[in-house]
């Protein structure tokens, strides 16, 4: 199986501030790596497919990059409502695997 | 617009038996694959089922696999998870996803429902 990993489990930002999420994968995966986003007792919403393809409706200050086993989330600003856990989830192939999640919590 | 919405979670007693349930609206059903998906409480997630649009594929996760049976009825527009001889590390919160991808599936994730519950507990 592949392995996914997220590093930090916890971030701490402030509003306007520019973060940066890793996420590596244990053998390359291409471009097959998929960003998601949890707010608490919420399911997760898909942000980012095909390593950097922006879903519909996400808003543009969220991006993605990376191939191979090496992966960003940058959100550009940091708005309140981005306040939430991200996990990386890599598609290439089965079985599907997430990484352990990245809080980012309020500095 | 789509909707998933789980039901049949609850309170279960290990090695006993459950059924989830997940009712979808607002897309070509027949047309996509789908999944389950749990998340332990306070845990990551972890995928656990899919099946194909027309139902002839399926996979497992291998901490399910002969324990827990995924299915879909394109005439209710419903897809199921079969879970037997549950144990504790099953307690999670159960979600079922759609494939973003039409056909089989890709193992990719773009809506997903509310989560139930599913307690093992004795």
């Known amino acids: 199986d592949i392995q996914m990993t997220q590093s930090p489990s916890t971030l701490s930002a402030s509003v306007g501030d520019r973060v940066t999420i890793p996420c590596r994968a244990s053998?390359?995966?291409?471009?097959?790596l998929a960003w998601y986003q949890q707010k608490p007792g919420k399911a997760p919403k898909l942000l980012i497919y095909?390593?950097?393809s922006l879903e519909s409706g996400v808003p543009s200050r969220f991006s993605g990059s990376g191939s191979g086993t090496e992966f960003t989330l940058t959100i550009s600003s940091l708005q309140p409502d981005d306040f939430a856990t991200y996990y990386c989830?890599?598609?290439?192939?089965?079985?599907?695997?997430f990484g352990q999640g990245t809080k980012v919590e309020i500095k | 617009q789509v909707q998933l919405v789980e039901s049949g979670g609850g309170v279960v007693q290990p090695g006993r038996s459950l059924r989830l349930s997940c009712v979808v609206s607002?897309?070509?059903?027949?047309?996509?694959?789908m999944h389950w998906v749990r998340q332990a409480p306070g845990k990551g997630l972890e995928w656990v089922a899919v099946?194909?649009?027309?139902?002839?594929?399926?996979k497992y996760a291998d901490s399910v696999k002969g324990r827990f049976t995924i299915s879909r009825d394109n005439s209710k527009n419903t897809v199921y998870l079969q879970m037997n001889s549950l144990r504790a590390e099953d307690t999670a919160v159960y979600y079922c996803?759609?494939?973003?991808?039409?056909?089989?599936?890709?193992?990719?994730?773009?809506?997903w429902g509310q989560g139930t519950l599913v307690t093992v507990s004795s």
């Open positions: 989830q890599q598609y290439n192939s089965y079985p599907w695997t």
């Open positions: 053998q390359s995966i291409s471009s097959w």
């Open positions: 099946i194909s649009y027309d139902g002839s594929n399926k």
């Open positions: 095909k390593a950097s």
């Open positions: 996803a759609k494939d973003l991808l039409g056909g089989d599936y890709r193992g990719l994730f773009d809506y």
């Open positions: 607002g897309f070509t059903f027949s047309s996509y694959g």
